[in-house]
């Protein structure tokens, strides 16, 4: 079959499980390919099962005493956990933070206008950071910001939850929203 020389997945073998002549433990559990156990044995004996099914000898628990390791084919293992991952990694979404900016003296429409993009942001299942920046003497009015705010969240209130109230940071008073779950 193989040559002591040539080895099956040298080349794919990575640094999560110890294969074929990587693994140095005097003994060790076998267990075949079908999951039933072959007993304790040496890792020479192991290799040499392994190598008459043209398989390779895996070590999925090191910590074990003794080590515990499988017969299987390696790189189809392989293959099928960066498959697992991409699918994983497909069904995840990011969610971003998208921010909207006002200021205290801002207009109804321009108001409505600034709402509709946060309504658009939340159905996309983004969280919206809503933020009013005040500028030279409005900082005597910060109270004018927070009714802003708060009256932000409420139009919102059908589609997004408020994560925090109204905080002021400097010269921005900002609050969090959330897509509701649907």
Do not use: W
């Amino acid at each position: 079959m193989f040559s002591n020389s040539f080895r099956r997945c040298s080349n794919i073998a990575n640094l999560d499980h110890l294969v074929n002549e990587e693994i140095e433990a005097e003994e060790l559990r076998l267990i075949g390919e079908d999951g039933q156990q072959l007993g304790i044995m040496s890792s020479e004996e192991a290799q040499k099962i392994a190598d008459e099914k043209s398989m390779d000898l895996v070590m999925i628990a090191p910590g074990s005493n003794p080590p515990v390791c499988k017969i299987m084919d390696y790189g189809k293992y392989r293959f099928e956990q960066t498959k697992r991952e991409k699918e994983a990694k497909k069904n995840q979404r990011i969610i971003e933070v998208k921010e909207i900016r006002m200021s205290p003296s801002i207009d109804e429409n321009d108001v409505n206008t600034k709402l509709r993009a946060a309504m658009k942001f939340l159905s996309d299942g983004d969280r919206v950071k809503v933020t009013v920046r005040f500028r030279g003497r409005e900082m005597a009015h910060t109270n004018l910001g927070e009714v802003l705010l708060t009256d932000f969240a409420e139009k919102c209130s059908e589609v997004a939850t408020l994560d925090k109230n109204p905080k002021l940071e400097g010269r921005n008073m900002s609050i969090f929203l959330s897509p509701k779950a649907k």
